[in-house]
């Protein structure tokens, strides 16, 4: 069993270079969404159905399923602004106990929905490069980040040489619809990663506002023999209530 916390899932780093195109003026779209994205979303709640498995040899030697409500709360003092809290509904069909720990499961990505809300990070020209091409007859952007191998800058050495980035965008609102990252298993084994993620995003009514959210994750880490595959529904707003008590 292995915790993951993914510092890289999702450290989408939007460049605008070169001359003025159509298309850096949907970079601009999507980077404004981003802002707005993480200024605005609230605390929030959804159901979550789990499937962790054990696999060897492309065998399920081992899978537990698992129904929890998921709360994402704003925290400041986490690096993403969301901080997980899970209670545990039932594991394999059975209620789940008190004292139930993610520890007993074969495999469990730490802050996987969190990771997923955390969209954005500063750009690194001097690590990644950037392209984009318009999909769809222009109705989705695909942008592509890739790391720069053999680069000497100290500040690249945290990175993997074969860092891969795949984002589609919702050319009209700017939305993030698809996340897929991939990375060696050796450098991911060696930094706590995950070599490869996928992250499903949709659109998700909370309050009076509409906001694209994770609807579904999947992790797949053959070094390590494990998977994980989370789906997310019935999300909707959190309130965080603090009693007064008066003497």
Known sequence: MKILASAFLLAIALLVVGQQTSNEEQLRRVIAYIEAYRKHLPSLECDETMLSQRVKNGKVKRQVKIKATLRELRDDNEPGGFRDEYTFKSVDGKPAKPNFNTGTLPYFVYKAFANGLGIAESPLPTCFSYRFATLDHGRTLQFNIDSKPG??????????????????????????????????????????????????YAPQRLGDETFWLPVRFEAIDVDQQGGMIATYSNCHRYAVFSKIVTP
């Open 151 to 200: 680069v000497p800058d100290p500040s690249c050495k945290k990175f993997p040489d074969d860092y891969h980035k795949v984002m589609l965008i919702d050319t009209a609102s700017g939305a993030v619809r698809r996340v897929e990252r991939r990375m060696s298993p050796q450098f991911a084994d060696n930094n706590l990663e995950i070599p490869y993620i996928t992250i499903d």
